[in-house]
């Protein structure tokens, strides 16, 4: 388990699949605070991690496709906050950021995207979790918005129809 109460750097870069799923969840539950200022925070708000952009598409699409076994390894309040931390930053390796890592192969991207899939299906649709699952589509379409806004060369027709057709698939 993780102390909250400090700054820590994480090299994840030659770790296992089992390693990184122990990574993501296997730390103390810090309830959100309802002041955003106030804390503690959770582990992922005082981390910084090294890693490998393909090997961690390749964990989390492994992860999303077949899930269920999370529900034996962690206590719901871990999976709930693990799944906080890989939808946004300030996680340096979210699934999140690593779906626009023009560093890994558009089809390995795609194919975590789309994993996602199975992760509701065996996961989160009518299961134990509850904030986590119900704001993950709305965190990843909030970054699809960022990105294309922060992509000005990409013409707006363009944007506008990426963006749409994103919402529409993702969903």
Not at 2 to 29: M, Q
Request: with cysteine; charged share 25%; net charge negative.
């Amino acid at each position: 388990m993780s102390d909250l109460g400090s700054y820590s750097r994480h090299d994840i870069r030659h770790i296992s699949f089992e390693d990184f799923v122990t990574f993501l969840f296997d730390h103390d539950v810090v309830p959100v605070p309802r002041d955003k200022n106030a804390g503690p925070f959770p582990w992922y708000r005082s981390v910084t991690v090294d890693y490998d952009p393909r090997a961690v598409i390749a964990y989390y699409t492994r992860l999303f496709a077949a899930p269920r076994f999370l529900l034996a390894q962690f206590p719901v309040d871990q999976l709930e906050q693990g799944f906080w931390a890989m939808q946004r930053g300030p996680l340096d390796c979210s699934v999140s950021e690593v779906i626009w890592e023009r560093a890994v192969p558009f089809a390995d991207r795609e194919s975590c995207v789309r994993a996602m899939f199975e992760l509701f299906a065996q996961l989160f649709d009518g299961g134990p979790l509850d904030s986590s699952v119900d704001m993950w589509w709305d965190s990843l379409a909030e970054l699809i918005q960022g990105y294309l806004s922060r992509n000005t060369a990409i013409s707006p027709d363009l944007r506008d129809y990426a963006l749409a057709a994103a919402r529409f698939e993702v969903m």
